[in-house]
């Protein structure tokens, strides 16, 4: 890395240096393009029980106002006085005793207006504004776009911007591969991704198209993808309008390809055994994945004859997929689903452990863990 250069973190790395700030009670700010997952990562934080039972307060700073964060000001007439009623956005004492954690998210923080900046400076120095005061156990996080991503942003203020600690997020592949997963994006789009990193993010800031690849709005092509009550031409457009044309091009190919293959299902119940060698690798990893979904999905409903499924699929695996590809969608369906596999029970499981036995170590040590 050249000293010209910021360093920059993954979306795991991001959340254990977060977990890190939250426990020193320090402010972090989140910086990256648009659609990489920021505000995902706060929710996610909260979600996974890190926190123990956690609230997140989601403000949305660039569509407040000074007196959103400050209050306003009236007359007390029992003083004979200017006090100042709290804004209703911030937690208050009695609803930050219901929890553990209560994360206060200020996103688009550096695209608010220099005012409203300024009020949230008192907030993050001092922990509170007016009469109010955030209680001990609120914890902030800020995120925003840089200036260089053709956003609206105002350059924050020195004193502000000294107030946190700051991480530069980048567009990470096996990050968003477990987001993936673990959020049912639908197998094409993460057998494309798997075939074609680069597509992930195409953002170009010297660019003018007005649709991009992010990993935003892939999540909104899964969507499409799951809507039956789309026709063809519609589906085209509204994908070409989310990643833009090029790399939908690209993913419509992907998916004709896919529609020919076989059914995960039948695999799974051992009708289908072999496929044809002329099969591009977009589609066999988008079957792959596919695969591992419907095999974590009947795990979940049938755990007693889950065993023979597994069997079906790994004997599929290693009889017509190369080393890496099988060695990925064991590790899809063990590690990262979490599939219980019981070994005596797999009469192809000898045969894996010769041939994959560094990484059954690997996927059983993950496993216990």
Known sequence: MSITEHRTVTSEGARRSIIKAFAKKRPLFLW??????????????????????????????ALMEPTDIKGIPFYNKDSGTMDWAPPVDLPSTELAKQYDTVVLFLDELNSAPPSTQAAAYQLVLNRRVGNYALPENVVMIAAGNRETDKGVVYRMPAPLANRFLHLEMRVDYDSWLNWAVNNNIHSDVIGHITVHKQDLFDFDPKGSSRAFATPRSWTFVSELINDDDLDDETFTDLVSGAIGEGIAVKFMATRKARNKLPNPTDILDGKVKTLDKHVEMSGRYSLTM????????????????????????????????DAELTVMGAQTAIVRYGINVKPKELPSFNEFHERFGKYIRKARSMDEK
């Open 32 to 61: 990256g393009p648009m659609g990489i997952g920021k505000s995902e990562l706060a929710q996610g934080l909260v979600d996974s029980g890190e926190l123990g039972n956690a609230l997140l307060i989601d403000l949305r700073m």
């Open 290 to 321: 596919s695969m591992c979904f419907e095999l974590r999905e009947r795990a979940l409903k049938n755990k007693a004859g889950a065993q023979k499924y597994i069997e079906n699929f790994l004997r599929f695996m290693m009889d017509n997929f």
